[in-house]
């Protein structure tokens, strides 16, 4: 999947408060990497595997390999319109 960073960034800013936590809870992982994920640049206790960010217009392009953490968030936005 590919998408802009500036889109990822939306869909983040999007979620309420509490839902990085909420998605490594639910998916077994460190906070950090959903953080991460997101743009963040926390290193020390998360990684960035699944998603690579390249510069370029609009924030850049992201080719996310892996769309659990994107599918998570989706999820909980979709709980927010219901």
């Known amino acids: 999947m590919i998408?802009?960073?500036?889109?990822?960034?939306?869909?983040?800013?999007?979620?309420?408060?509490?839902?990085?936590q909420r998605i490594a809870d639910e998916l077994g992982i460190d906070v950090d990497e959903v953080r991460n994920y997101f743009g963040g640049r926390h290193f020390e206790g998360g990684s960035t595997a699944g998603v690579h960010f390249e510069p370029g217009p609009d924030g850049g392009?992201?080719?996310?390999?892996?769309?659990?953490?994107?599918?998570?968030?989706?999820?909980?936005?979709?709980?927010?319109?219901?």
């Open 61 to 82: 392009v992201v080719n996310i390999d892996d769309t659990t953490i994107y599918d998570c968030a989706m999820k909980i936005l979709a709980e927010l319109e219901a």
């Open 3 to 20: 998408i802009t960073f500036n889109e990822l960034r939306r869909i983040k800013d999007k979620l309420p408060s509490g839902s990085s």
